[in-house]
């Protein structure tokens, strides 16, 4: 198969070379460009340039150099069209058909996009009309206007159809990029009108449209059809703008409407995007996570924008970016609020916004009536969930916290994690081969296994720390990981290689375990320090390590009361003293 030029030039504005290495290169910003360890050969001192304005990437180590598309064919050695294919899987881009027809001129549609804009602005600032009444209303300014480029479709069946007919276009192109629809009578004006707003990409170029009724007009809001050049799922509106803000702030605040987006950009708040009338897709947040790693949601405090905060913290998440809500409790979205009250007032909110979890928690606390023991056991259960989607040391933290606020053992929260692990589990485990196996896979102790365990295949060193420090890893399939990896570490490595190929490690698993480690490696991230990580999921180890073992303690102290031996029972009581004096010992040194 032959790729369109067109193509190849679309699908490079569309990733950005930035986010595509950086999921395989650790990059650190340096000046207009990022820096890194060269991934193609050995060295100490980083010499692996990134330039993200040009989408170009030089070594001065080893001379390798090239586009997105020569990184993602050498780094995983695939040919140019497997390298395209990948990345055309990983961002949700479809793929042109096989050559039977005529080429997709992406450029063509480019411009026609760009003479509708053009329309829409002078209808908007030429002369009195109704569109520039909402927008003056609305406490917009001119100069807002300018930046956005906004717009007005007058009341018409054929305007935008008529002036772009003038201008060459057919309406079979108008038909493709939804500017127009054909009825019984013929064709129409799709927006009619309206405000519009155009929505352009983070290169510059309009690729649709959103409008806004004026008047009884339904629906409120109007998007343009989706088209060889316009996936809502893979845009957020006004990154084109406000990315580079978004960058120098290291955050952004992500709300519901184009309005909100304006009114705060305008006031001051200028990290800002919204996503285009859907729900938040994996693309929109694999796209924002290329400018920040934290991400600020803004959204209704009604049922729907709660159902909606609910779905884009998981999707952040996986986009490996922390999430923080913001909620204005008064009935008010951004726009209401801002000016009513100003930037400041705003940033406060921001500046207050709740973590993820504790949003999520809080959500759950509905309608509970905490006075009654069965609620308060209800709602623990509900919060189940919640807490088997955190890392190891973010878990360990929720359930103290809850532990402390209803007066109960953090070891029976565990247990009510750890037992729905096993619920889950009982279902057999399916992939292409001849077995099926069964595992329970307790969520605390999965995460905690392949935690150490990626540690490890980062940095070869921490398999002798794990045996120095009396680590036993819970899981079956981590066993069994761990066992590959050992023999691997102890191999003699190149000066300045710390890691182990995870290539070579995958060759020695079954597809079941080669599967959970890749979805492993994929959202557990160790970060900057990795003796921090490595500490924290020790201290982590320990802590589930005493819960059992005071559980254990406990139960047999029990049994020797029944039974009345009172040399054991002193035994146990003792042992179980000194195990709660070193724990407490350990929270006062803030292990």
């Known amino acids: 198969m032959t790729l369109d030029s067109n193509f190849i030039d679309e699908l490079k504005n569309r990733v950005n070379i930035v986010d595509v290495i950086g999921r395989e290169v650790q990059l650190k910003k340096a000046g207009s460009s990022y820096k890194g360890l060269c991934p193609f050969h050995s060295e100490k001192t980083p010499s692996f340039n990134v330039n993200e304005e040009r989408q170009f990437y030089h070594c001065f180590g080893c001379g390798e150099k090239g586009d997105v598309i020569r990184f993602v064919e050498k780094y995983n050695n695939l040919s140019f069209m497997e390298a395209v294919e990948k990345l055309c899987d990983d961002y949700g881009i479809r793929m042109p058909q096989e050559k039977r027809g005529p080429r997709i001129d992406y450029n063509k549609y480019y411009e026609i996009n760009r003479k509708a804009a053009r329309f829409f602005y002078r209808n908007l600032t030429t002369g009195r009309n109704p569109g520039y009444t909402y927008i003056r209303n609305r406490g917009i300014k001119d100069e807002t206007i300018v930046k956005f480029g906004l717009g007005y479709a007058p009341d018409s069946w054929s305007a935008l159809l008529d002036y772009l007919t003038e201008e060459g276009v057919s309406t079979q192109d108008m038909l493709k990029l939804g500017l127009i629809q054909q009825g019984r009578k013929g064709y129409y004006d799709k927006f009619r009108n309206r405000v519009i707003f155009p929505i352009i990409n983070t290169s510059g170029k309009v690729i649709g449209f959103g409008g806004r009724a004026l008047g009884d007009i339904k629906p409120k809001y109007l998007n343009s059809s989706e088209s060889d050049i316009f996936l809502k799922k893979n845009n957020l509106y006004a990154l084109n703008i406000t990315k580079k803000d978004i960058s120098s702030e290291d955050q952004v605040l992500m709300v519901e409407g184009y309005m909100d987006v304006i009114s705060l950009y305008q006031s001051g708040v200028r990290n800002v995007v919204a996503s285009l009338g859907t729900a938040l897709t994996e693309n929109q947040g694999r796209l924002i996570s290329r400018y920040t790693k934290n991400v600020v949601l803004s959204y209704d405090a009604d049922g729907a924008g709660i159902n909606a905060a609910m779905r884009g913290i998981d999707i952040i998440r996986k986009a490996d970016c922390n999430v923080r809500i913001l909620q204005i409790n ?82 029976a929260i565990a247990s009510e994690i750890r037992a729905d692990g096993e619920k889950k589990s009982q279902e057999p485990v399916r992939y292409s081969g001849n077995r099926n196996r069964r595992e329970k896979n307790n969520s605390v102790d999965f995460r905690l296994d392949f935690s150490f365990l990626i540690l490890a295949i980062s940095n070869r060193d921490y398999v002798e720390r794990m045996k120095k420090d009396h680590i036993t890893l819970m899981t079956a399939v981590g066993n069994r990981i761990f066992s590959v990896i050992e023999p691997l570490a102890k191999e003699d490595m190149p000066a300045g290689v710390l890691g182990i190929d995870p290539g070579r490690i995958y060759n020695q698993l079954d597809p079941e375990e080669e599967i959970r480690l890749r979805n492993a490696m994929k959202v557990i991230r160790i970060g900057p320090d990795d003796e921090v990580f490595y500490q924290e999921c020790l201290s982590s180890y320990q802590r589930n390590r005493n819960r059992e073992k005071k559980a254990e303690l406990q139960s047999e102290l029990s049994t020797a009361e029944r039974m009345g031996n009172e040399e054991e029972v002193a035994r146990l009581a003792k042992e179980l003293m000194d195990l709660s004096s070193r724990e407490k010992n350990r929270k006062a040194r803030g292990i």
């Open 330 to 411: 008064d009935g008010k979205d951004p726009d209401e609020f801002v000016q009513k009250n100003g930037k400041e007032a705003f940033l406060n909110l921001i500046q207050n916004a709740v973590p993820a979890t504790d949003f999520r928690l809080s959500v759950l606390r509905r309608g509970f009536d905490f006075s009654s023991d069965q609620q308060v056991l209800e709602y623990i259960r509900r919060c189940v969930p919640v807490l088997e989607s955190l890392s190891p040391v973010e878990q360990d933290i929720y359930i103290r916290k809850l532990a402390e606020e209803f007066g109960l053992s953090e070891y």
